[in-house]
């Protein structure tokens, strides 16, 4: 009886560290039971399996999925409240394809223009700065600026790459959520900062000075420019804080160590400036393309390690996997499979800062994740 029950013991202490697998149901079933509302953001990028999976959801107001990988027969309840929409991109745009006939028919669709009317972006930029009390004229000066800074783009503009830049409405909004927040404590200066921040970034340093300056004559004013710069940048008042090229940056949880065999040039002071301005809002993802050897990736070092933060590195390649971004499953010491989090699911919570190395090798899929 005492071997019979040591037994009993074993097993149970065995199944208790064992994995038990079961079905679980995704994002999209969940919404067809519940009659919630999905979006299908970049549909034209999922692949032919997965698009034919919806033909069924497609062809009637009663079309269901049925769940075969589960053994089921029959198709879900669907819910009369259900709705599904799917955006896309046009198939013009780089990676992107045409979505097949036999889905695209089923859809009922519409084109979504860019934002050019006057009138709709008055009524933009009003929202963003209602905040900051923005007046007439510097609304005006906004819309004249993106109006103006489009049309040169597409003519006499060049980015990093020597291709046209391409401004959105999303760097304009960019711009606007920036300066919203007043960080300059002045309405002008916030402009200015959020401007340069959000359009000047990608230019190369020819087009740079061009579109510096129609920031300064129709945004801020030939007359407020020089008064407007001569303002420092105030402290943030939370926080530890140390200041860059003009801009405070927050400090780490390291003591911050200036590497002396960083040689500051002009050029690299260019390039840390518009770094640190980007930084310093502590919102925004940064891009920083360039040639093999120019530096990308040591800017960042020096600024992590003046700064005291910590700062990690992912090389990706070709066969990069989601799995080193976000973490998977792996044995222990025990020999128990745990979950072990990723480089860029640890860097989130601790609050470091990663470099993603030559992230144009990465494949879609891990793209699409960080997307």
């Not at 046009?90 to 860019?114: C, N, W």
């Amino acid at each position: 009886l005492a071997e019979r029950l040591a037994k009993l013991q074993y097993q149970l202490k065995t199944a208790e560290s064992a994995l038990a697998f079961s079905f679980i149901e995704g994002t999209l079933v969940q919404a067809v039971r519940k009659g919630e509302w999905v979006l299908l953001d970049e549909i034209n990028l999922a692949t032919a399996e997965t698009l034919e999976c919806l033909s069924g959801l497609l062809e009637s107001v009663s079309g269901s999925v049925v769940l075969i990988d589960r053994g089921d027969t029959k198709p879900v309840t669907r819910h009369p409240d259900f709705r599904l929409f799917a955006c896309m991109n046009p198939a013009t745009d780089v990676g992107k394809k045409e979505l097949p006939p036999g889905i695209r028919s089923r859809f009922t669709e519409f084109y979504v223009d860019e934002l050019e009317e006057v009138s709709d972006l008055k009524v933009l930029v009003h929202f963003y700065l209602r905040g900051i009390g923005g007046t007439a004229a510097q609304v005006d000066g906004i819309i004249r600026f993106y109006l103006n800074v489009r049309k040169e783009a597409a003519k006499n503009l060049t980015d990093t790459t020597g291709h046209r830049p391409n401004y959105s409405l999303r760097t304009l909004c960019r711009a606007l959520r920036h300066a919203a927040g007043n960080p300059a404590g002045s309405t002008l200066r916030s402009l200015y900062e959020g401007f340069c921040l959000s359009f000047l970034s990608q230019l190369d340093r020819t087009s740079h000075p061009v579109v510096e300056k129609m920031v300064c004559d129709l945004i801020v004013g030939k007359k407020n420019i020089k008064g407007v710069l001569k303002q420092p940048l105030p402290r943030p008042e939370k926080g530890r804080h140390a200041q860059f090229e003009g801009y405070w940056v927050t400090v780490g949880d390291r003591e911050p160590l200036t590497p002396q065999e960083y040689v500051l040039t002009p050029a690299v002071r260019a390039n840390l400036r518009d770094l640190a301005r980007i930084v310093s809002a502590r919102r925004y993802p940064v891009l920083l393309q360039g040639e093999t050897s120019v530096g990308k990736t040591s800017l960042i070092t020096w600024l992590a390690q003046s700064s005291g933060n910590r700062c990690v590195r992912i090389n990706n390649h070709e066969h990069t996997d989601i799995q080193e971004y976000v973490g998977c499953y792996a044995a222990d010491h025990t020999g128990k499979l745990v979950f072990r989090e990723g480089v860029l699911v640890e860097a989130m919570r601790k609050g470091h800062w990663i470099i993603l190395d030559e992230l144009n090798l990465a494949p879609t899929d891990v793209l699409e994740a960080l997307n």
